[in-house]
């Protein structure tokens, strides 16, 4: 709690403590080694996902089909070491959603959902440890925290209001960036997000053992059945798919495909 204070001289120790966030609210993304602004606390971050997951098992039906259920965790079970350090606070969990929409997610604090309408469209696990590696990176790379960094930024720059974790408003404003307020919710990831969750996910796809190749072959189709007029669901329009995107994936593979050969069994 801050102490009680005149407004200037209030304004101005936020000042002080907003130049100070800012200044050291950077981390760097794994992997990559981009730098981002960051001024949402990990543990805190993986909290929320946690919450948020817990509102969506009891919002959603839950697959008992056994033999989904052994795919998804099978799939899990490879992933998840191959993510390792990058996902420090991860409690992993795999839990697979009935319904027909073709959708997958990963939150923050390793909880992942699969649907049982990706089971269905995903021709093999490899292209199912391509989407599930994908959704994984926009965690470990906390795409979400950064975006509310940014919108948090923003907002303290503009306003002059103290930088308080525990605001409920700010709270709020991170559960919408990692669309979790509720899972209609449809927020893009920009395009330097979507190419360095592809970039990640293939990592995390290649080490795990699963062929990368499956991941453009997987793009591909969606974006073939979005050709055909098929109605689309709202996840792909959080992850479109063009063409160029597809020719990013794949200029990728010759570095990925040796991580593949080495891990495969
Ligand atoms: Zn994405």
């Known amino acids: 709690m801050m102490p009680r204070m005149k407004p200037g001289i209030r304004s101005l120790v936020c000042a002080a ?11 760097t993304v794994p992997e990559t080694g981009r730098r981002q ?30 033999a989904a259920n052994r795919r998804v965790r099978e799939v899990g079970a490879r992933i998840a070491p191959a993510v390792g350090r990058d996902l420090p606070n991860a409690d992993w969990e795999f839990v697979v959603f009935e319904s027909e929409e073709v959708n997958a997610f990963a939150l ?29 990176a926009h965690v470990s790379a906390r795409h979400g925290a950064e975006r509310a960094s940014q919108q948090l930024g923003v907002a303290l720059l503009g306003l002059g209001v103290a930088l308080a974790s525990e605001d ?3 709270q709020d404003e991170i559960r919408v960036a ?6 209609g919710t449809v927020l893009k990831y920009s395009r330097d997000h979507e190419s360095e969750a592809d970039r990640i996910g ?30 689309m669901p709202d996840w792909f329009s959080t992850h479109p798919s063009d063409e160029t995107r597809i020719k990013r994936i794949e200029s ?12 495969r069994r």
């Open 37 to 66: 602004l960051m001024l949402i606390d990990a543990a805190q971050e993986a909290q929320m996902g946690l919450s948020a997951f817990a509102d969506i098992k009891n919002q959603q039906l839950i697959s008992n089909d056994p």
């Open 178 to 183: 990692y669309g979790l307020v509720a899972t």
């Open 17 to 27: 403590a907003l130049a100070l966030a800012l200044l050291s609210g950077c981390t």
């Open 202 to 231: 293939l990592l995390y796809m290649a080490r795990a053992g699963y062929d990368p190749r499956a991941a453009a072959r997987f793009w591909g189709k969606m974006a073939a059945r979005k050709e055909a007029g098929l109605r």
């Open 168 to 170: 409920a408003k700010h």
């Open 252 to 263: 990728w593979l010759p570095e990925m495909l040796p991580i593949y050969e080495a891990n």
């Open 108 to 136: 923050p604090g390793g909880k992942v959902g699969v649907y049982t309408g990706l089971l269905a469209f995903a021709d093999d696990d490899d292209e199912l440890a391509a989407v599930v590696g994908h959704e994984i």
